[in-house]
């Protein structure tokens, strides 16, 4: 079974809106962490944002927040007045903290973001 | 510059040749990791690195064989590979292993096998 879900696979947003992309997971562990990265046509993933499972308000970073919904187990990122430069792949993923888990995060397949003028 | 530096950028290898790739970072990070990633798969983890010690190998056919000779660098040694190992290449370190604040991730390494 996926433990990262990203149902979609590419998303348009206009310049200068917001633009939400999907997370689910899949974790029986209490202890993990969240993390989106943004990888440009270069190829290179650049890390974005980091949540902790037991983080009790959403992390941001700059036009960047994660909508996190512990009990939907859903890890959402908010990109804010979107620009061209965001247009990339999106990849969520986790990492199931020990005991009991791995240290190393599992991705997701990852969202096409396509930031029209 | 990401910090971590991965060549070739663009490899076209025959199934019969063999090659490497190279990482290299110079962040004072402890950990270090081959990822594969190809056409509509999720990331696919390959190999770990701790202290230039190897702590986990996903199941990982022997035509890939890693070698981590030091701290700031990790190599990806390949031989007759096959044309489904076409895919993007990326290493990646962390500070320790499972590093709270997420990977530094290399601009990989486009493999491309003939």
Redesign the interface.
Same mark, same amino acid.
């Given at each position: 079974a996926?433990k990262?879900t990203q149902t979609q696979p590419g998303m348009f947003v206009q310049e200068k809106e917001a633009v939400t992309l999907d997370c689910t997971y899949d974790t029986s562990d209490q202890s993990y962490?969240l %993390?989106w990265?943004k990888q440009p046509s270069? /190829?290179?993933?650049? %890390?974005l944002i980091?949540q902790?499972s037991y983080d009790e308000q959403n992390a941001t970073e700059g036009r960047y927040s994660l909508n996190f919904q512990k009990a939907r187990k859903s890890a959402n990122l908010v990109i804010s007045a979107s620009q061209l430069g965001d247009s990339a792949m999106y990849?969520c993923?986790m990492?199931e903290?020990p005991s009991g888990g791995?240290?190393?995060?599992?991705? /997701?397949?990852?969202t096409s973001l396509i930031v029209h003028p | 510059e990401t910090g971590v530096t991965q060549t070739p950028r663009h490899l076209v290898m025959g199934m019969t040749n063999k090659k490497s790739l190279k990482c290299e970072q110079h962040l004072g990070h402890n950990a270090m990791y081959w990822y594969k990633q190809s056409a509509k798969k999720p990331l696919e983890l390959m190999f770990v690195y701790s202290l230039e010690e190897r702590v986990e190998n996903n199941s990982v056919p022997s035509r890939f064989s890693p070698e981590c000779p030091n701290s700031s660098h990790l190599f990806l040694h390949l031989h007759t590979l096959q044309p489904e190992d076409s895919a993007l290449y990326l290493c990646a370190s962390s500070q320790v292993l499972g590093s709270l604040y997420g990977y530094t991730f290399g601009s990989g390494t486009r493999l491309t096998v003939v």
């Open positions: 996926q990262i962490g %993390f990265y270069s /190829g290179e993933m650049i %890390f980091y902790g990849f993923a990492r903290e791995s240290y190393i995060p599992t991705f /997701g397949r990852g | -």
